[in-house]
């Protein structure tokens, strides 16, 4: 089957902690991205990959950090410096950046007490 | 503020019924694309409209975009139970680079 991957779907974590979130997919589309999104509201965007081993940051980069090693992979770290890092996390990739329909993963929702 | 608003938060229709959602947004776009996401999953793209098309169809689903009034609307017809989830219109900003989302419309269509 052809899609994205992320795991695990659910994530527990003492705050203070880093953690990595998984997102691969076998599309072979060259941009990757990851989003936030909060109770009621839409997404925002974290970081974002055109090709392997270049990324850019969104809008709300700050405590996150992400590699881009291979084309399928793209992983997200959630740092100790991310103030408020409990939400839900969504991998999404596309053929080419930006204008192309995206494809997204199922999620990871991250808990941190 | 977000670039795309939807309008209205929350809608709850009877099977059957035409559903309609709103979207505006403030700066020129590329195109528009609206994506469904059903409770605690991952987003499906729905259909994307280009800044040179007024209206596209695909199945039951039928989108304007109007680029004078910076709106566009997205039209369920017949609509179903199982088009119960949240809708969200996507824009891709001219020079932005990346697609900006609005805080969405949750549908709930009672049987």
């Known amino acids: 089957d052809g899609g994205i991957t992320q795991s695990p779907k659910y994530l527990f974590r003492k705050e203070g902690q880093n953690v990595t979130l998984s997102c691969e997919q076998n599309l072979n589309h060259d941009a990757m991205y990851w989003y936030r999104q909060d109770p009621g509201q839409g997404l925002r965007l974290i970081y974002y990959?055109?090709?392997?081993?270049?990324?850019q940051k969104g809008d709300i980069a700050e405590g996150y950090s992400v590699s881009r090693e291979k084309k399928e992979s793209f992983p997200l770290t959630v740092t100790s410096a991310q103030k408020n890092p409990t939400a839900f996390y969504l991998c999404a990739s596309s053929v080419g950046q930006g204008a192309d329909e995206q494809y997204f993963g199922p999620g990871t929702r991250l808990t941190v007490t | 503020s977000q670039q795309g608003e939807e309008d209205p938060q929350a809608l709850s229709i009877q099977e059957g019924e035409n559903a309609t959602m709103n979207c505006s947004y403030k700066?020129?776009?590329?195109?528009l694309q609206w994506y469904r996401q059903n409770s605690g999953r991952g987003l499906v793209h729905l259909i994307l409209i280009r800044s040179n098309e007024r209206e596209k169809h695909s199945g039951r689903l039928r989108v304007t975009l109007d680029t004078s009034k910076k709106s566009s609307s997205l039209l369920i017809t017949a609509s179903r139970a199982a088009d119960t989830a949240s809708y969200f219109c996507?824009?891709?900003?001219?020079?932005?680079?990346?697609?900006?989302f609005g805080a969405g419309t949750i549908l709930r269509v009672k049987s």
């Open positions: 996507a824009t891709f900003v001219q020079y932005g680079n990346k697609l900006v």
């Open positions: 990959s055109q090709i392997v081993n270049d990324f």
């Open positions: 700066t020129s776009i590329n195109n």
